[in-house]
T-cell receptor, first 114, second 113 residues
Framework: AQSVTQPDIHITVSEGASLELRCNYS??????LFWYVQSPGQGLQLLLK????DTLVQGIKGFEAEFKRSQSSFNLRKPSVHWSDAAEYFCAVGETDSNYQLIWGAGTKLIIKP | DGGITQSPKYLFRKEGQNVTLSCEQNLNHDAMYWYRQDPGQGLRLIYYSQIVNDFQKGDIAEGYSVSREKKESFPLTVTSAQKNPTAFYLC????????????FGQGTRLTVV
């Protein structure tokens, strides 16, 4: 069965430091990949998505992600985090032959140290 | 502005009572979804609907029911059969198809008292 793994439940970084959140998926074909962000008690907002083409995609709020087929990964990066980036981040995979479902990772909670 | 509206934001229910969560969208999306979110478990799909008058069970449909009488509306009823209903519930919608982004409401936090 297809799955999405976010190996880090929590990550703590200092304000101004760089960030990388990991996402690995298990899927045979080329997947459709998404990163969402959720502030406490709120819904999810799309940060970026990859469907095809350039494997480095840019998103909102200064985030980017790189699709690496050989590693089945779609890691999220930001060169310098701000305190407002503290939130939970979810990776999701859409299947080309799906019944219209996204498969979700368990999420990574980002904590920013002042 | 287009978007998805969930109401209420907070809901308290006594054990044994059914309760209905509202979800309305004005994005003209065909597909709508209900997710349940518990700490550390990500999003779990309860029900989804690809078109009016049709819906399908997700991974955790037991104890829940839905209807899709209008394109804009996809209410979720949490029945007394749901053994552990306290959770954060998220509604989402998308253009019909597996590879399109989902747009989310702000969620409803249900607490059983």
């Amino acid at each position: 069965a297809q799955s999405v793994t976010q190996p880090d439940i929590h990550i703590t970084v200092s304000e101004g430091a760089s960030l990388e959140l990991r996402c690995n998926y298990s899927y045979g074909a080329t997947p459709y990949l998404f990163w969402y962000v959720q502030s406490p008690g709120q819904g999810l907002q799309l940060l970026l998505k990859y469907f095809s083409g350039d494997t480095l995609v840019q998103g909102i709020k200064g985030f980017e992600a790189e699709f690496k087929r050989s590693q089945s990964s779609f890691n999220l990066r930001k060169p310098s985090v701000h305190w407002s980036d503290a939130a939970e981040y979810f990776c999701a995979v859409g299947e080309t032959d799906s019944n219209y479902q996204l498969i979700w990772g368990a999420g990574t909670k980002l904590i920013i140290k002042p | 502005d287009g978007g998805i509206t969930q109401s209420p934001k907070y809901l308290f229910r006594k054990e044994g009572q059914n309760v209905t969560l509202s979800c309305e969208q004005n994005l003209n999306h065909d597909a709508m979804y209900w997710y349940r979110q518990d700490p550390g478990q990500g999003l779990r799909l309860i029900y989804y609907s690809q078109i009016v008058n049709d819906f399908q069970k997700g991974d955790i449909a037991e104890g829940y029911s839905v209807s899709r009488e209008k394109k804009e509306s996809f209410p979720l009823t949490v029945t007394s059969a749901q053994k552990n209903p306290t959770a954060f519930y998220l509604c989402a919608s998308s253009i019909r198809g597996p590879n399109t982004e989902a747009f989310f409401g702000q969620g409803t936090r249900l607490t059983v008292v």
